[in-house]
Nanobody, 115 residues
Framework: QVQLVESGGGWVQAGGSLRLSCAAS????????MGWYRQAPGKQRELVAG???????SYLDSVKGRFTISRDNAKNTVYLQMNSLKPEDTGVYYC?????????WGQGTQVTVSS
């Protein structure tokens, strides 16, 4: 089993920044790729950014150039640095980790961007 605990969400004005953290514990040796998803009210959950065990990153088009995902394997933590935030970035952000046969999710952290 793997436990994921997110932190760093909150309220910010448009143009501001936030950094999300996701600390993994448990059977972390089984984790491969990790990522951040978000879900806005009334919308489907979408992948915002992903990072492989080797450090390769990918991003949702709408956040490219503004968000940066990174991973500290020594601390078993993945980060999402969010700059130039927009109201449409508002939502609950979930940390995700892919195990060998299981997908793990954090509890989510709310990000609210006001205009």
């Amino acid at each position: 089993q793997v436990q994921l605990v997110e932190s760093g969400g909150g309220w910010v004005q448009a143009g501001g920044s936030l950094r999300l953290s996701c600390a993994a514990s448990g059977s972390i040796f089984s984790i491969n790729d990790m990522g951040w998803y978000r879900q806005a009210p009334g919308k489907q959950r979408e992948l915002v950014a992903g990072i492989t065990s080797g450090g390769r990153t990918s991003y949702l088009d709408s956040v490219k150039g503004r968000f940066t995902i990174s991973r500290d394997n020594a601390k078993n933590t993945v980060y999402l640095q969010m700059n130039s935030l927009k109201p449409e970035d508002t939502g609950v952000y979930y940390c995700n980790a892919l195990g060998v046969v299981v997908t793990y999710w954090g509890q989510g952290t709310q990000v609210t961007v006001s205009s």
